[in-house]
């Protein structure tokens, strides 16, 4: 609750600040002549509405740790709706970015499975369709895979080497053979 007022209190006192820069018009701040107060005046025109800016993250923040949850209409339910796997053929297709973003896509899934998973051992219940857990771990290992395909190629192309780094077999000083 504190946190709430301490916030209202910062969004009051800049509110404050822009009525005065806007009162203050073509004025100059003390300290630096160049610089107008009205700065923020000139910018408010260039802010765009919210409904039409692209969000940066993929989840709400507001959720918290019902991230780690699984939806509220699954609970109890015996089984629940979900896809099939990623294979590696339609990881093939995809950019690096995407995998990288399908990575951590999954990742939180994983975390919510295995949160449902403990959950439903501590209420002494069946967990609702263990096999997503199964699905989401074989998707990542086959982007895992897909992954290391792509950089053993890109290795091939720049070193002509497919191990990152090359070795041979030498022979120490008693004439054993081993690999250096």
Known sequence: MAAAAAVAALCRHFTGALRLSGAWSGST??????????????NLAKVEPLHQLKLLHTTLSRKGLEEFFDDPNNWGEKTVKSGDAWNIKQLRGKSSEDLHKLWYVLLKEKNMLL?????????????????????VEKSM??????????????????????????????RDFLGRTYWY
């Open 115 to 135: 949160t449902l998973e403990q959950e439903s051992k501590r209420q002494l219940r069946p967990m609702p369709s263990p096999e997503r857990l199964e699905k």
């Open 29 to 42: 701040a003390a300290g630096f002549p160049r610089l107008t107060l009205h700065l923020f005046h000139k």
């Open 141 to 170: 290992k086959n982007i895992d895979l897909v992954v290391r395909e792509r950089e053993i190629a890109l290795r091939l192309l720049q070193t002509g080497h497919e191990k990152p780094v090359p070795g041979e077999w030498r």
